[in-house]
């Protein structure tokens, strides 16, 4: 595994696998962070701290950052491990190269650009579109031979996502379970 900040290349499991036990760690400080302002704070106060103030851990930069930042990233981090895995498990003499975070270009793609992916997480799939302009996105992509769009949502809206699979039957979609993230599973 490579890292330059946001971009990240991975060729293994273990590689993703690492990066993940990273992600989690910076979980571990924000959830230190958020503990001892709950027992230090009001309750405005906490979550102000927690809207306004660098209560969160940026893991690719090693650095304190927005706990709301913090949310967003994260799980969209996750996802991108969970689907680069995915993608190794089905390609594994290809290496991935994972740009997270505002890193331009696809969200994931093959070193030798056959394959690409976008990669989200939201409280909907339909939320502002994004699963749509996500598979739009990937589908235009007129050099990628697979074209994949993983996303984690803790809502199911099946009919939605089986329209979406018929109006786009050259993009492979997939919601990645996070059952172990949560006591209450998808």
Known sequence: MTNSNKVQTISNIADALTLKALILKSA?????????????????????????????????????????????????????????????????????????????????ESSDSTIIAEVFSATSPKSNSKLEKDINKVSSNSSAIQKYVFYYSHMDIPKYVENLKTKYPDVQIYKVPFDEYSNNPA
């Open 28 to 108: 571990e400080i924000a959830k230190s962070n958020i503990l001892s302002l709950t027992s230090n704070s009001s309750a405005i106060n906490l979550l102000y701290e927690l809207k306004f103030k660098e209560t969160g851990f940026e893991p690719l930069e090693s650095k304190p950052i927005n706990i709301i930042e913090q949310l967003n990233q994260l799980f969209t981090y996750l996802v991108s491990i969970e689907a680069v895995i995915h993608l190794i498990k089905i390609y594994p003499d290809k290496t991935f190269i994972l740009n997270l975070g505002t890193a331009s270009g696809s969200d994931i």
